[in-house]
């Protein structure tokens, strides 16, 4: 053997090692650390979600300052993508191609991580837990890469049908719902659950646009159709829009609102306390805000957390609760993998939760996935305004989405 | 806010034969555009993935910022609504890829064909306006179209919401990648767009656009058709904005309706400002602008404050400061800096 074919062999041989070794982990986590990367609004339209970001990044200083996840620190980079889809797209591509993370967490948006959905399984790079809704998110024979988090938007719609097919069985339905695939997955989720009573109970259906400046003329419209049960799926500033013009008009149907603006400070009380009484919502997490938490040991670690690493954060937001039972999740995620951190084993872990307990969610919830079930939370509970608060009753209702 | 005091400035007649460095001004330009285009080709060999795709993407939105400078920096009309022309070419192309399964080069012309009827069209109402009510009637263009984007009987063809998804062209030839690929089809696109450009304004048509845009009366009285000149040119604009809006659907592999917000009229804005009116090859400035501008605020603003999510706020302070100084310091955009430094140094 030529010297120079020994030294191409050896290089070789030491190349495959250090393949060899590369294969075991992904990139981006070494002995000491491991790399996450994130995008979120910061900027734009959309920036009120940029407390989701900086609670996670609190969350993930708090895990460092604790010794971080089997000795590793974690890396948390997330970028602003300003809610713009090919915006999104660079960042990512910087995030899994540059900064050479070894997985994203809980990238926010519909429309946003639809523009790297395709790149992320073609990648074979996790994207785990999106903050979105939306039920694309679970297919795991299609994207065996990417899972959402959060109850999907068809499994709140299948609550409520289901709870009118139950408690009101005669009613005609009047459904208002924001014109875009947030407000008709609910829909979808209803249709499903109400198979074909759904077209003989919904008497009037009616849509708006975020960039309607009142739903006033559909609540009236719908009003007239006589409905006594008012599904409502509209953004806080809408659904107060809608409180407030029902009290207006005098019609009380039986009122169920969706999750998303089922928030004391953001819409009943904008829209008058007195007009949201018997309001029927549903939820998944503790608001650290309702009187029942004041002394549950999840809550008050969540403020002390609140206390030392957020200390300008704002306590009343939901959304410092809601990123703390998320960011939790991912650590079970990370726990679980062990010293096998390469990304088939995170992404196989995170599809392999068996009733993982999580704080902040509501009591008796618990984060399950299996191989063929990506949709991690699946159960809510119902929960009445009283003028308050949201009072809760009834058992966890599961929806399972498939 | 008029135009031409913004725009020109020193330009040198070619035929004083002026020198730097004993190398007279054409040889000058001739050397630039080879260095630029060898530059342009060995790039993508020697960077990683994902810049040749920013590099993509600064092409991409150079050509629209041509786009909109050949209708606000020759002709003096604005535009804040070539977000929308932008998005009608991107949406073109991902429908008929979508819909239709047309490969994707087969694309590019009908999308800017559709943006340069849609330019004309819209230019004939916007003559009777002028200035800030032309920027206003734009504007309603530009807030108008994510709207008709989700518009839900419009849904079946645009996806609605959810947009649609763009099939990303594979290398047909072994010693590219897929990014590479996509990078030389843009390059070329743009080369051809800038020829196209070039050869516009250069002739009979540029000087009548330019003397529309310095004094319309003066235009009419030797006889030039200002109205058909307007409108060609909004319709020109809008195909060369149009072509930019297809080759960046296919670039990003998706389209959805927050992709076109007003924002992004804003960038190209931005871009043609910060490279300068008036010029072709700042137009490519611009477009490293929209690219790398946000970007190299964000790297700063993190080198300086550390990696704190609570911090990105000053990521727009920053960008803000940039956009306030070279205003204040260059404010004929680059091009203008560059003329400014042949005006001193040729003699």
Redesign the interface.
């Known amino acids: 053997m030529k010297l120079h074919q020994i030294t191409l062999a050896s290089a070789a041989v030491l190349a495959l090692g250090i393949s060899g070794a590369m294969a075991a982990n992904a990139p981006g986590v070494t002995d000491t650390e491991i790399t996450i990367g994130n995008t979120?609004p910061?900027?734009?339209?959309a920036s009120s979600y940029?407390v989701y970001?900086?609670a996670i990044?609190a969350c993930w200083n708090w895990v460092n300052d604790n010794g971080g996840i089997n000795g590793r620190k974690i890396k948390?980079?997330?970028?602003?993508d300003?809610?713009?889809?090919?915006k999104t797209?660079?960042q990512i591509?910087?995030l899994v191609?540059?900064d050479k993370v070894a997985f994203t967490f809980q990238t926010l948006g519909?429309?946003?991580n639809?523009?790297v959905h395709?790149?992320m399984n073609k990648k074979k790079v996790p994207h785990l837990f999106l903050a979105t809704g939306a039920t694309k998110w679970g297919q795991p024979n299609k994207y065996p890469w990417t899972m959402g988090w959060q109850p999907n938007y068809q499994t709140v719609g299948a609550i409520f049908g289901n709870y009118i097919l139950d408690n009101t069985p005669n009613a005609k339905v009047a459904i208002l719902n924001q014109?875009?695939?947030y407000g008709k997955d609910y829909v979808i989720g209803m249709q499903k659950a109400m198979g074909d009573k759904f077209d003989k109970m919904v008497v009037k259906r009616e849509?708006y646009?975020t960039?309607d400046p009142t739903v006033d003329s559909q609540i009236v419209s719908l009003a007239n159709s006589g409905a006594d049960v008012f599904v409502n799926i509209s953004i806080p500033k809408f659904a107060a829009q809608a409180i407030k013009k029902m009290a207006a008009i005098g019609w009380k149907p039986l009122h169920l609102l969706n999750d998303v603006s089922a928030a004391i400070a953001a819409t009943y009380v904008p829209a008058g306390v007195e007009n949201s009484k018997g309001i029927i919502s549903v939820d998944f997490y503790k608001d650290p805000n309702d009187p029942e938490w004041a002394n549950d040991p999840e809550t008050l670690a969540w403020r002390k957390w609140m206390a030392e690493y957020q200390p300008r954060g704002d306590l009343k937001n939901k959304m410092n609760s809601y990123a703390w039972a998320v960011c939790h999740t991912m650590i079970a995620v990370l726990k679980q993998a062990g010293d096998d951190l390469s990304r088939e084993n995170i992404m196989k872990q995170a599809a392999n939760l068996n009733q993982v307990k999580v704080p902040m969610l509501l009591p008796g919830m618990v984060v399950d996935t299996s191989p063929t079930d990506f949709y991690p939370l699946e159960q809510m509970q119902m929960m009445k305004f009283d003028g308050e608060r949201n009072v809760r009753f009834g058992p966890l209702i599961s929806a399972e989405t498939e | 806010m008029t135009v031409e005091k913004m725009s020109v400035g020193n330009r040198i007649d070619p035929a004083t034969k002026l020198k730097i460095m004993n190398i007279e001004l054409p040889q000058w330009r001739a050397f630039m555009i080879v260095a630029g285009l060898a530059l342009a080709v060995i790039l993508p060999f020697i960077v990683e993935g994902f810049s040749v795709f920013q590099l993509t993407q600064v092409m991409v939105y150079a050509i629209a910022v041509l786009g909109l400078n050949l209708l606000t920096g020759f002709n003096g009309q604005f535009s804040l609504g070539h977000s929308a022309f932008y998005a009608l070419g991107a949406y073109t192309t991902a429908i008929m890829i979508d819909q239709y399964e047309i490969t994707y080069y087969w694309t590019i012309i009908p999308a800017g064909i559709i943006c340069f009827v849609g330019g004309f069209l819209f230019g004939l109402p916007a003559l009777r306006l002028d200035g800030l009510y032309l920027a206003l009637a734009t504007f309603a263009l530009a807030v108008a179209t994510p709207q008709l984007l989700r518009y839900e009987h419009f849904e079946g063809f645009t996806g609605g919401v959810q947009g649609l998804d763009v099939f990303k062209p594979d290398s047909p030839v072994e010693f590219l990648n897929a990014d590479q690929w996509l990078y030389f089809f843009v390059l070329f696109s743009g080369i051809l767009l800038i020829i196209g450009a070039w050869n516009l304004v250069r002739g009979r048509t540029g000087r009548a656009m330019i003397a529309i845009r310095d004094n319309p009366i003066a235009a009419r009285s030797m006889g030039i058709n200002t109205a058909a000149y307007k409108s060609l040119t909004f319709g020109v604009s809008g195909f060369y904005t149009g072509i930019a809006g297809a080759l960046g659907a296919i670039v990003a592999e998706f389209v959805a309706p927050d992709s076109f917000t007003f924002f992004l009229s804003v960038w190209f804005l931005v871009g043609m400002v910060v490279g300068g009116l008036a010029s072709i090859p700042a137009a490519i400035m611009g477009g490293f602008f929209i690219v790398y501008g946000q970007n190299f605020s964000e790297e700063v603003v993190i080198n300086l404050f550390g990696d704190d999510p609570s911090k990105k706020a000053l990521i727009w302070v920053f960008y803000g400061a940039i956009l306030i100084f070279t205003v204040y310091v260059v404010p004929n955009g680059v091009a203008g800096l560059v003329r400014r430094w042949v005006a001193r140094f040729a003699r």
């Open positions: 979120n910061y900027s734009g339209p940029s970001g900086k990044g948390w980079i997330s970028y602003d300003g809610y713009s889809p090919p797209k660079e591509r910087k191609e540059r519909t429309p946003t639809s523009a395709k790149y014109n875009d695939d849509t646009e960039s």
